[in-house]
């Protein structure tokens, strides 16, 4: 097969997009013999021009973008500026006008995944994102081809190496989340403004994204349940490790009779389960199929390397497809129409920490609230009294979400019950 020369461009110079840069030219010398073609980065779009790049071929560099979408040489465009716009107007322009995109873009992909998936489709070109979620873990393409053969049932993961840090540090170290927030600060995990990580909002959109391809059927941010994890404290950990378990932001996908399950919350998980030991940054998947079984896949989730690893993957796949003339080949896999489940509806288990009356007769009115609202409890620990208080935890057996609601709703309103400090769902 004669050799080609594929020429590409690059829309952003960021954390990723340097990362980008920087993986080209270290694999460079071997890109010929690993996809049969010349890889050629051509241009690099950038928003200032003028501004200093160490270590960056600044002939490469261009603030039009018309540069980039009337350049018919250019066969692969890979956008790393994040964001909604202008984001999706380049990428429907480029796939609009035959070119192959490699995105790194989780929220454009969360909400207007369809979209762009159907502009590809229609125009017979890759339209690949495995760095959206997950960072530098392979997951979307295993989900779409890898496990395709696979019934998957459940997606569940930490997909947000922020969060997971912080509560590392809070679990290992005893220290408060505003400490371990700081460190996270310090050390670049969290930025200037934490609140999509903290908050769940990241994990979310991977989330619709790995639910969308594992259940064949359209999910987006708007459908997915977000809890962060602002209001885990000191003393929440301190009944995990009592309980044997970890407390993990998670992110869970299910797809049952009643439709898809999705959301992300804090969960107490029991130190048996292989989530459970995932420290510090570091994601991780767990997927379950009716053929494979239980896998995972564990690794760095972010970062400019592991992320540009993602990317690297996606860019060599395009390049062999259109040495074959074969790119389009995979497209939406989302053919199903399933419903998403009112997250009312969800089952879960729950731990619940309220601080009570120390009187007689408290957990018989606690006991019948529940009942009235068919709440079961499994079991009821009190280590802390205070002289005319006592802390309670209760843990329940699985119940809908809105009978908890409910049920907790009705105890705010009893003078004996003077807080609920703590709901957190149990695995």
Known sequence: MERKKIKIALLGLGTVGTGVYKLIQRRADVMEHTIGAELELSKILVHNINKAREGVDTSLLTDNWQDILQDKDIQIVIEVVGGIEPAKTMILEALCAGKNVVTANKDLVAEYGKELLDAAEENKCDFLFE??????????????????????????????????????????????????????????????????????????????????????SRVVFGDVYTEGITKITAEDILYAKEF????????????????????????????????????????????????????????????????????????????????????????????KKLPIKDFDDVKNKFFIRMQVKNQPGVLACIAKVFADHKVSIARVVQKRVHDDQAELVIVTEKVKEYHLKDSLKELKEKDSIQEISSVIREY
């Open 131 to 216: 760095a959206a979620v997950a960072g530098g873990i392979p997951i979307i393409r295993p989900l779409k081809q890898c496990l395709a053969g696979n019934d998957v049932s459940e997606v569940m993961g930490i997909v947000n190496g922020t969060t997971n840090y912080i509560l590392t540090k809070m679990f290992e170290e005893n220290v408060s989340f505003g400490e371990a927030l700081a460190k996270a600060t310090e050390l670049g995990y969290a930025e200037a403004d934490p609140t999509a990580d903290v908050e769940g909002l990241d994990a979310g959109r991977k989330v619709a994204i790995m639910a969308s391809i594992a259940f064949h």
């Open 244 to 335: 044997d378990s970890v407390i993990k932001l998670l992110g869970v996908a299910r797809n049952t009779e009643g439709g898809i399950e999705v959301g992300v919350y804090p969960m107490l998980l029991n130190k048996e389960h292989p989530l459970a030991s995932v420290r510090d940054s570091f994601n991780a998947v767990f997927v379950h199929g009716d053929a494979v079984d239980d896998a995972m896949f564990y690794g760095r989730g972010a970062g400019e390397l592991p992320t540009a690893s993602a990317v690297m993957g996606d860019i060599i796949d395009v390049a062999r497809d259109l040495q074959y003339e074969c790119t389009g080949r995979i497209s939406c896999t989302c053919y």
